[in-house]
């Protein structure tokens, strides 16, 4: 996958370890529409696939959880919601997600699917604007929903 990666955008995605730096990818792609959606073709079916994988393993296990959870960015985008029981969904306003941030996001957001339709579609959601004990008991109570007992 790397050398696909270096033929389609070049050697300036390469950190000095010789492995994809992820930051100067993300510089190419979301600059480059058609670069993006290429790179997204690639990894996509890579990142179902395993997992897939994961979730066939864990369902094996002699004490299989009754809950895996799993976190997709681009859910909703790449019609993957269809692949699960139940979605949950954990927004914040723009401003508020740009300040948490460690990477900058200008112009990312804009092919997103609007928080207000991810609402809409999911099981479960919250607006992540308190505190981290807020944030941990509203996942507890879905948890609760999901797995009573």
């Known amino acids: 996958m790397r050398d696909a990666v270096v033929d389609r955008v070049g050697n300036g995605v390469l950190a000095p370890d010789g492995e994809i730096d992820r930051g100067a990818l ?32 864990l369902a094996a296990l002699p004490d299989a959880p009754r809950v ?28 508020l997600r740009r300040a948490r941030s460690e990477v900058v996001t200008d112009g990312r957001e804009d092919r997103l699917i609007p928080d207000a339709e991810k609402l809409r579609r999911a099981d479960f959601s ?21 797995a009573p007992g």
């Open 68 to 95: 895996s959870v799993t976190e997709v960015p681009l859910l909703y985008e790449t019609g993957s919601d269809a692949r699960f029981d139940k979605v949950v969904v954990i927004t914040a306003p723009s401003k």
């Open 126 to 146: 919250y607006k992540n604007t308190g505190s981290l004990e807020e944030l941990d008991a509203f996942v507890k109570s879905v948890m609760t929903e999901l």
């Open 26 to 57: 993300a510089t190419v792609v979301f600059n480059d529409r058609e670069a993006l959606a290429w790179l997204e073709q690639l990894l996509h079916p890579l990142v179902s696939a395993e997992y897939l994988q994961w979730r066939e393993q």
